[in-house]
C-alpha cells in the first residue's frame, strides 16, 4: 500500500517555473515506478512522466519532454515534477502515481497505475 500526496501547485506567471512534490509513505517506494499525470475538466487524464524505481529510466511524454523533469529521492519517499518557461495551456490538475513495474516496459497509461494522490492544482496566468 502507498499513499502519495502532491503539493508545490498554485498560480503561477507564464514563463515561470515550479517544482511539484510528492510524498509517499509506505518502505517499499523504492520498488515503485513513479509517474505524473495531468488533467483539465472535460478531457481525459494525460500522462507527463513516469522514473523507474531506481531513477535510471525516465519517460516523457512527447510535448512534455524539453520543459518537464521527472526526478526521484528514494532516500526521502519523495519524487518531484520540475516544470520551466509554464504555458497557461500547463494550467491542469496534477496528479502523482504509483505502480509496481511489470516487466520492462514504463507504465504511461492511468489504468496501469494503482495508486494515486489527491491532485493539487496548477494554474499558469498569461
Known amino acids: 500500500q502507498v499513499q502519495l500526496v502532491e503539493s508545490g501547485g498554485g498560480l503561477v506567471q507564464a514563463g515561470g517555473s515550479l517544482r511539484l512534490s510528492c510524498a509517499a509513505s509506505?518502505?517499499?517506494?523504492?520498488?515503485?515506478?513513479m509517474g505524473w499525470f495531468r488533467q483539465v475538466p472535460g478531457k481525459e487524464r494525460e500522462f507527463v512522466a513516469a522514473?523507474?524505481?531506481?531513477?535510471?529510466?525516465?519517460n516523457y511524454a512527447d510535448s512534455m519532454k524539453g520543459r518537464f523533469t521527472i526526478s526521484r529521492d528514494n532516500a526521502k519517499s519523495m519524487v518531484y515534477l520540475q516544470v520551466n518557461s509554464l504555458k497557461p495551456e500547463d494550467t491542469a490538475v496534477y496528479y502523482c502515481?504509483?505502480?509496481?513495474?511489470?516487466?520492462?516496459?514504463?507504465?504511461?497509461?492511468?489504468?496501469?497505475?494503482?495508486?494515486w494522490g489527491q491532485g493539487i492544482q496548477v494554474t499558469v496566468s498569461s
Open positions: 522514473i523507474s524505481w531506481s531513477g535510471g529510466s525516465t
Open positions: 509506505g518502505r517499499t517506494f523504492s520498488l515503485y515506478t
Open positions: 502515481a504509483a505502480v509496481r513495474p511489470v516487466g520492462g516496459r514504463t507504465a504511461t497509461r492511468p489504468y496501469e497505475y494503482d495508486y
